[in-house]
Structures are given as structure tokens and as C-alpha cells.
């Protein structure tokens, strides 16, 4: 791993230690409000897809639509990041997302399967932001805490992101109140997370940690920044460093094997999860006998399975801040194996038990759990392997490389449980991580490079 830049040191100051508290207490914040407004797109989505298009094949196509729009939008957020701070970037994205969850409404009102595809599309604008969070919340750590911080800010997500799979009872009742279908209320409720969540960012990111971090950084000696920026607000533009883009970003991932591991360990984990958990609702209404259309006059089954994704994001979240800590101590590298070897033991579990409801909740914990401990400790991981300055574009490039790997798991998730069954999507998974396991083993074996220069 390529040692920590001297301007690493600002974080050490006392006005830097201020405003890294204060992101801390207001991201955290954010995060709360914000994670529900993917947990009725994950526990709906699938069930949805096949009652409004008419077609199971097609069960995938909402969580789908949803990790593309995370993709989509990972680099261009990261580039606004870069140019405006993370305070707009991570506004703008949850405004897309609530208007997103507005698309989700009019999708179950007027049965239009585009339309829920357009708006699952936007929604992942503020998955994306959710992902993003988590950098953020790194740009003025000190370096021995990193995972720590992040971890905090990964785990704030719990509360909504658990509380979301489970918004189909009070959304029942909202529904009832405003006369719109049964399934329309729970978007209401995540929507209005999503509008909390962005009033609290643009309202309390302030001082914006990514731009006070610029400005410390040119006004300190032997630090990588650019020069003199802009007089004006503390949190006013700073020009853009090492470019924006794909090719950006790829540029320099590639120039450091650590950081290619790291990339590789949560885009591989993400892939996977997404792609196991996405099929899971479905998996179990067939294990209930139901039908789509037969789900309305079946809410236990529902509630049943936003009961069992609130343990699957539980498992996500809820340990993260533990799992930062053991980063801190022992080394992301080895916290990233052990949560890939988590998920190979989730994907056998529910490959070999997938009858036994018991033994597929107890499977999609330890994916959460695994999926924690790869992504906690794969982000600190990337953070660390690179200089400050190039930092933020290798994060957006992460977190759309993770988003798009996602999309491709969920699209091919479907096809492939209609093949194989879901021991089968289990089995493909557990290939997948075991891949990934081997790559980023090798890369961690490799030589460090010289952190890339623009």
C-alpha cells in the first residue's frame, strides 16, 4: 500500500478536527432519513417488475434500473464534488432521488411499467449519494481513523435502510388516508426521507469538509494541491484537479495495485449482493405459493418478506462501526478477505437450504455482514492507496464500477433463477466472489507503484 501523503497532516489541525466532527453528526444524520428511500424500491421491486409488465423474466429490471442510475450518476456527482464540494453534489443527488420516488408513486397508480423503471432509475441517484457519503466523511479523517469514520457515517444508513423493507404496513395506512393503491404509500414515506435527508446536507454541510480540505492544503507547505484558489466563501468552487471521467478515474486506479484490490473487492461484493438479495422477495413468494396478483390479498407474505430484508440491511449496516475499527487495527486488506469469505458462506447457505426459510434469512445476514466488512474496509482501502488530490476521482469511478457490476448481477439474476433455480443464482454468485477473491489476492501481493501524478 502506497504510504499516506504528507497532506494527510491537515486533518490534524484543530479547525480541521472541528469541521470533521460536524460532518460526521450531520452526514450520520443525513444517512438516517436518506437509507429509506431504497428500502421499499429493494423489498417492492422485484414483486413489482413482474405485476406490472406481466412477465417474471423480467423481476430483475427494477433493482436493475436502480444500480444503472447509481452508475450513471457515481462520476458526474464526484465531478460536481470536485467543482462545487460535497455539500451540492450530495444535495442535488437526493433531489433526484426524491423526484424519483415521486415516479415510483405515479408508476403503481397508473400501472406503467416505464415509468417504474424511470423512477427506480432516479432513486438510484440517491443510492449513489449513499455510497458517497462514505467518502465524504473521509476527506478530513485523520488517517489512523479512517475506517472508524467511515464506518460511523455506513452505519447511520441502519436505521432507514432497515426501517424502509418494512414501510409496507405504515405505507398501507397513507395509501388508505390519500385513496392510492396499497403499494403507492411506502415510496410516499421513503420519498420523504429522501427530501429530510437532502434539507439536513444542504442546510448542515457547512463548513463543506472536501473544499476546507483544498483550502487547508494550499495554505500548508509540501502538500500535492494545485496553488491559490478562489478568494470568497470557504465553501465557494475550487478548480478541478485530476480531471473527471472514467478515464480519470481508471488512470489512476490502475497506477496502484492496492487501489485496483480495493476496487475490485467492493465492486465484486456489490455485485453479488445485489444480485442475491434482489431475487430473494421472489423466491419467496414462490416458496409461499402466491402469485403476483395474489399478493394483495396476502399482506402477511409481504410484510414476511420486508421482515427478512430488514435483517439482510441490518446485516449490512448495523456492525459496520465495528468492522471500521478492526480496519483500523488489523488492516482493511484482511477485514476485505473476510468479508469476501463471508459471502461465499452466505451463498452456500441459501444454494443449499433454499426451502428452509430459517436457513435463507440466516444466509442473507451473513451476505449483509459480508458485504459490510468488503465494502467498509475496501473504501478505506482505496482511501488510503492514494494521494489526497486524487482521491475523489477514483471514488466516483468505484462507486459506478460497483453500481454498474451490480446492475449486470440483478439483470442476469432473473434469467438465471428461472434457469437454475435459486440454488443455482447461489451457486453462480459464490463462483463470482471466489473470482474476485483470487484477483484481488494477487494484486495485494504485487509491488506499490509510485501514487499517479494528475
Do not use: K
Not at 411506502?186 to 469538509?209: E, H, N, Q, T, W
Not at 494545485?226 to 465557494?236: K, L, Q, S
Amino acid at each position: 500500500m502506497a504510504p499516506d501523503s504528507p497532506a494527510d497532516d491537515i486533518a490534524l489541525l484543530p479547525h480541521a478536527r472541528a469541521a470533521q466532527r460536524r460532518a460526521v453528526r450531520v452526514l450520520g444524520t443525513a444517512q438516517v432519513f436518506s437509507g429509506l428511500g431504497n428500502g421499499a424500491t429493494l423489498s417492492l421491486g422485484s414483486i413489482l417488475a413482474v405485476d406490472l409488465s406481466g412477465a417474471e423474466a423480467n423481476a430483475g429490471f427494477v433493482n436493475t434500473a436502480m444500480t444503472l442510475g447509481s452508475a450513471a450518476v457515481s462520476i458526474p456527482l464526484s465531478t460536481l464534488a470536485v467543482r462545487r464540494g460535497r455539500r451540492v453534489a450530495l444535495g442535488i443527488g437526493l433531489a433526484a432521488g426524491l423526484l424519483g420516488q415521486t415516479l415510483m408513486v405515479a408508476a403503481v397508480v397508473t400501472r406503467f411499467f416505464p415509468i417504474l423503471l424511470l423512477g427506480a432509475f432516479l432513486v438510484g441517484f440517491g443510492a449513489a449519494v449513499n455510497l458517497q457519503a462514505r467518502f465524504a466523511v473521509t476527506d478530513l479523517s485523520e488517517p489512523q481513523h479512517r475506517g472508524r469514520d467511515l464506518s460511523v457515517v455506513v452505519w447511520a444508513v441502519t436505521v432507514g435502510a432497515v426501517l424502509g423493507p418494512n414501510m409496507v404496513g405504515p405505507g398501507a395506512v397513507v395509501s388508505d388516508w390519500l385513496g392510492l393503491p396499497v403499494h403507492a404509500g411506502p415510496f410516499l414515506i421513503s420519498g420523504a426521507g429522501m427530501a429530510v435527508g437532502a434539507a439536513i446536507i444542504l442546510a448542515g454541510l457547512r463548513p463543506d469538509p472536501l473544499v476546507l480540505r483544498r483550502r487547508l492544503e494550499d495554505a500548508a507547505p509540501g502538500t500535492d494541491g494545485p496553488g491559490p484558489t478562489p478568494a470568497g466563501r470557504p465553501d465557494g468552487p475550487v478548480p478541478l484537479r485530476s480531471g473527471a471521467g472514467w478515464a480519470a478515474g481508471w488512470r489512476i486506479v490502475r497506477a496502484q495495485p492496492t487501489a485496483l484490490a480495493a476496487v475490485l473487492t467492493v465492486t465484486g461484493a456489490h455485485a453479488v449482493m445485489v444480485g442475491l438479495m434482489s431475487m430473494t422477495p421472489l423466491h419467496l413468494q414462490h416458496e409461499a405459493g402466491l402469485s403476483s396478483s395474489d399478493l394483495g390479498q396476502h399482506p402477511d407474505t409481504v410484510v414476511l418478506i420486508g421482515f427478512t430484508l430488514s435483517l439482510h440491511v441490518a446485516g449490512m449496516y448495523a456492525l459496520s462501526p465495528v468492522i471500521g475499527m478492526l480496519s483500523d487495527r488489523f488492516g482493511p486488506a484482511r477485514v476485505a478477505g473476510a468479508g469476501m469469505t463471508t459471502l461465499v458462506a452466505a451463498a452456500a447457505l441459501t444454494g443449499i437450504f433454499p426451502h428452509q426459510h430459517l436457513a435463507v434469512v440466516a444466509g442473507l445476514v451473513l451476505l449483509g455482514l459480508g458485504w459490510s466488512a468488503a465494502t467498509v474496509a475496501g473504501s478505506t482501502l482505496l482511501v488510503a492507496a492514494l494521494r489526497p488530490a486524487d482521491r475523489v476521482p477514483a471514488q466516483g469511478f468505484s462507486d459506478a464500477v460497483m453500481s454498474l457490476a451490480a446492475a449486470v448481477s440483478s439483470l442476469a439474476a432473473g434469467p438465471i433463477m428461472g434457469g437454475l433455480g435459486f440454488p443455482g443464482l447461489s451457486a453462480a454468485l459464490a463462483g463470482v466472489v471466489v473470482l474476485c477473491g483470487i484477483g484481488v489476492a494477487a494484486l495485494l501481493r504485487a509491488p506499490a507503484a509510485v501514487p499517479p501524478r494528475g
